[in-house]
């Protein structure tokens, strides 16, 4: 008999009850449902709203049903629709009436609105610790390649010469924005729904400054209505999450191009490539590849909530029921991408000989050569038409701005003199771009020591 059939006279649908069952996926918050029940039933019995013995029957009860389901012991069913109702039946079952009073003043809706989050908190310390630990193996990688020379690129050209530990900084720097907006998504979703009962609160003398404090929040909910229906928090998860799988897509490109033929900036380790069925030659890059398409996945999470919330009336609706399983999708997800995406950077063996022979072709020293002659005196746009004329010639005869002889460069611009090949160098163009968060070797060695102690501080 379900715990709300009282005003019903037939039982439920065997279709009905399938689809209106949860159990399948909130299983999972079975933690997070027992911890709540024991603050609202401590709250109780401290408020005097039951009684003690009632409190110690509940308490040790629900913690002996925790051990249980951890031990395997404990088997959910369908017939109580979902985690929050199974665990009430069974603690009835256990402990008779005194279970029967476990709820009162209180209602699923505000009872799933702190599993969520208390599921959330949990998983966001989690997730943000991978995202740490992929952030050491930037790090490490960062500090061993301050010399890799490399060509940057706009437009997918080669356009300036940096270094790949600049390259990798530039993630780097990312994923510390994605630490940050996960920890204020967690600061935001510190407020404790319980107590909000299915939205007009209690007529009953509870304490939700108590369950607040119990369950580790900062405060209760302002307002009970906001308390049941809101979602926000869920959707700024998933944005979070979003936003942290573009990241890691885009950087996935980048590995995809490095490692071909036409790049070959870089070999993946064997044991995070694959091969093909029919090509013996084949090493394919299939993590990158598939961490790409799982960021569309997680795309589908944070817009599959965003579109259930849309037209939603306050407060609670059965569509809410459709939170959890995008949320739990792209937790999983984010967590099966992060580490081994992690492993296979920090597995993966750099080709500095072609990186450098890239920035070597393709003229990414162009804007070096206007700059060294507006450093001796000419406009700016003047050194700039004149380096594009040398340019231009260079590709009609098949050299580089560092094969024009002096006497040539000369005809061009007397302000042109014997150091102007060391300053088209590639060492010197990296070198000499020193502005703060530029790739020359003091900068990224600077950069290099702001995100070891983000690290340090945020673990």
């Keep these: 008999m379900k715990l709300w059939s009282g005003r019903f006279q037939k039982e439920t649908d065997a279709l009905v009850n399938d689809f209106n069952s949860s159990i399948a996926f909130d299983s999972r918050m079975y933690a997070e449902d027992i911890a709540g029940s024991i603050a609202h ?33 404990i088997e959910f069913t369908a017939d109580n629709e979902d985690i929050h109702m199974n665990v009430e039946a069974l603690l009835t079952a256990r402990i008779g009436d005194a279970g029967k009073r476990l709820h009162t003043a209180r209602s699923r809706n505000d009872q799933v609105a702190v599993d969520l989050r208390l599921y959330l908190r949990k998983e966001i310390a989690a997730i943000k610790g991978m995202i740490l630990d992929f952030e050491a193996v930037l790090v490490n990688k960062a500090e ?14 080669r356009a300036q010469p940096i270094t790949l530990a600049q390259h990798l900084l530039a993630y780097g720097a990312m994923l510390k924005r994605d630490v940050t907006r996960l920890e204020d998504c967690a600061e935001r979703m510190n407020e404790c729904p319980l ?47 979003s936003i942290l799988m573009m990241h890691l897509s885009r950087f996935a490109e980048e590995i995809i191009a490095w490692c071909s033929w036409e790049f070959k900036f870089v070999e993946l380790d064997d044991a995070y490539s694959t091969g093909s069925s029919i090509m013996p030659q084949k090493k394919n890059p299939d993590v990158a590849e598939l961490v790409r398409g799982k960021t569309g996945r997680v795309y589908g999470d944070l817009i599959s909530l965003l579109t259930v919330m849309k037209s939603l009336p306050l407060a609670y609706n059965k569509d809410m029921q459709e939170d959890k399983e ?10 099966m991408c992060l580490p081994v995406f992690s492993a296979m950077i920090d597995t993966m063996k750099i080709l500095p000989e072609n ?13 070096d050569c ?7 005196g000419m406009p700016f746009r003047d050194a700039y038409k004149i380096t594009g004329q040398l340019v231009y010639a260079c590709t009609q005869s098949g050299r580089t701005l560092e094969e024009i002889p002096l006497n040539e460069l000369r005809a061009i611009s007397p302000l042109f003199d014997a150091d102007v090949y060391e300053a088209l160098s590639m060492d010197a163009c990296v070198a000499q771009r020193s502005s703060y968060g530029g790739p020359s070797p003091a900068e990224t060695s600077r950069q290099i020591a702001m995100l070891r102690k983000f690290i340090e501080d945020h673990k």
Excluded: W
């Design 41 to 73: 039933a401590t709250m109780l019995g401290e408020c005097g709203i039951i009684s003690p013995e009632d409190q110690a029957l509940i308490v040790q009860g629900l913690s002996e049903i925790l051990a249980d389901i951890e031990a395997g012991k």
């Design 144 to 157: 061993s390649n301050q010399s890799t020379v490399m060509p940057g690129y706009t437009h997918l050209q």
């Design 195 to 241: 107590g909000s009962g299915a939205l007009a609160g209690t007529t009953h003398p509870i304490n939700r400054e108590r369950t607040a404090s119990l369950l580790g929040f900062c405060a209760p909910t302002a307002n009970s209505l906001d308390g049941v229906s809101d979602r926000d928090y869920a959707i700024e998860f998933l944005s979070c999450m």
């Design 326 to 335: 995008p949320v739990f999708d792209a937790i999983d997800t984010v967590k």
């Design 355 to 367: 990186m450098r022979a890239a920035a070597n072709r393709g003229f990414i020293n162009a804007t």
């Design 370 to 376: 206007a700059d060294y002659l507006a450093k001796k």
